[in-house]
């Protein structure tokens, strides 16, 4: 039995001593591994490749809106343009009621 203890804590032992020996292996490549991280976390992040999207987007959107704004302008256009087609159809249509009451009229005056 002092045979299979031993053994045990032979075990054991050998197992602290690994995972002792494995834990420092992590922490120095976690710190092996920020260090590069930090030196090299600049040519990551590219601000002058986003800037250039960013203006390109916002160059796009520009063109969006003057698109939109032409065609808002042709929609009023066209808007009154249909609006003086019934102005015009409304005084065509005065005129002649006008000019068929004056002739009533003077054709009631001439029979007096």
Known sequence: MQKEIRKFVAAISTLGLLAGCSETGVIEAKKDDTSVSAQNIRPFVDHDGLARRFENRASKLLEIAAEHEKR?????????????EKATESAVH????????????????ASH
């Open 72 to 84: 808002l302008a042709v929609g009023l256009v066209q808007k009154y343009k249909l609006a003086a």
């Open 94 to 109: 005065h005129r002649t009621v006008s000019q068929l009451a004056k002739r009533d009229y003077i054709a009631s005056r």
